[in-house]
């Protein structure tokens, strides 16, 4: 693939770095990322994907922008509060970098249409903020083989993850680490629990550097690893996290089969709880 001149203006700071080159411009500019929520994750994600020039970026979200969004959400702008967030995105990409095409599916991700839309996609990067959508991404992504960068906020404390456990070896999913989501009402919803705007932008941005780095296919991967930054005494930490032998998706006696059964007892999509793991 050959580029153009302003591409290579462009993307000049990329080329440079011999662990990227032109051949890693090229793969970035050949791949597909699916961007689940094109909120306080989502906004940076898309942001930071786009300016590298990833060519496709898919992007999942029914909502609407909201005025409260606009404190972290950075897709957004005032103006476009009542606009379908990935109408939003949109726009915000096409102004950044035309290289880029931001296929929007403005729906909510369900399990009957999860597969189709995974698959589609080379990595998926989850931005969502519920619990019921963390488990069906993960089990999407497991069935359709492909790796997912996994974003989580509370608060103050953020977390970042991926998963491949669809590859042989050590490779937790999601479910390794969390087997179950909490029951409704258990966990606060994140318009009761508030999050500093700025740690969205934090955590976003890290996601993107890993699926840059999965494309690109440089460095080392964070599977098999959990990092979690406490804002408020900005500390950071990486506990090892592994595959769990009773998993119920990946393990050798799995008891999910397909998506249909990721969902059985859980909350349902649009049942929004902030994330609080105990890790
Ligand atoms: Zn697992």
Not at 134 to 144: G, K, S
Not at 243 to 267: F, Y
């Amino acid at each position: 693939m050959d580029l153009r001149d302003d591409q290579i203006e462009r993307y000049a700071r990329h080329i440079i770095l011999k662990e990227v080159g032109g051949p890693g411009q090229a793969r970035l500019l050949n791949a597909r990322v699916l961007v689940i929520g094109a909120g306080g994750l989502g906004s940076p994600l898309v942001m930071y994907l786009a300016a590298a020039g990833v060519g496709t970026i898919g992007v999942v979200d029914f909502d609407e922008v909201s005025l409260s969004n606009l404190q972290r959400q950075i897709l957004h702008i005032t103006e476009r509060v009542g606009m379908p967030k990935t109408e939003s995105a949109q726009l915000a990409v096409k102004a950044l970098n035309p290289d880029v095409n931001l296929v929007a599916h403005t729906e909510r991700l369900t399990a009957a249409n999860a597969m189709a839309l995974v698959s589609q996609y080379d990595v998926v990067a989850d931005g969502s903020d519920n619990f019921a959508t963390r488990f069906l991404v993960n089990d999407a992504a497991f069935f359709a083989k492909k790796t997912l960068v996994s974003g989580a906020l509370s608060q103050f404390d953020g977390q970042i993850a991926m998963f491949r456990a669809h590859k042989p070896g050590d490779n937790p999913c999601y479910r390794c680490i969390y087997r179950e989501p909490p029951p409704p009402g258990l966990a606060p919803s994140c318009a009761e629990a508030g999050i500093l705007g700025a740690l969205a932008g934090v955590v976003g941005s890290l996601q993107a550097v890993e699926v840059l780095k999965e494309i690109v296919g440089i460095g080392e991967s964070l599977s098999g690893k959990l990092v979690i930054y406490d804002a408020l005494n900005a500390a950071w930490r990486t506990v090892k996290v592994r595959r769990d032998a009773k998993c119920a998706l990946c393990g050798p006696t799995p008891i999910i089969k397909n998506l249909s059964q990721s969902l059985i007892g859980h909350p349902q999509p649009g049942e929004e709880f902030c994330e609080v793991p105990a890790a």
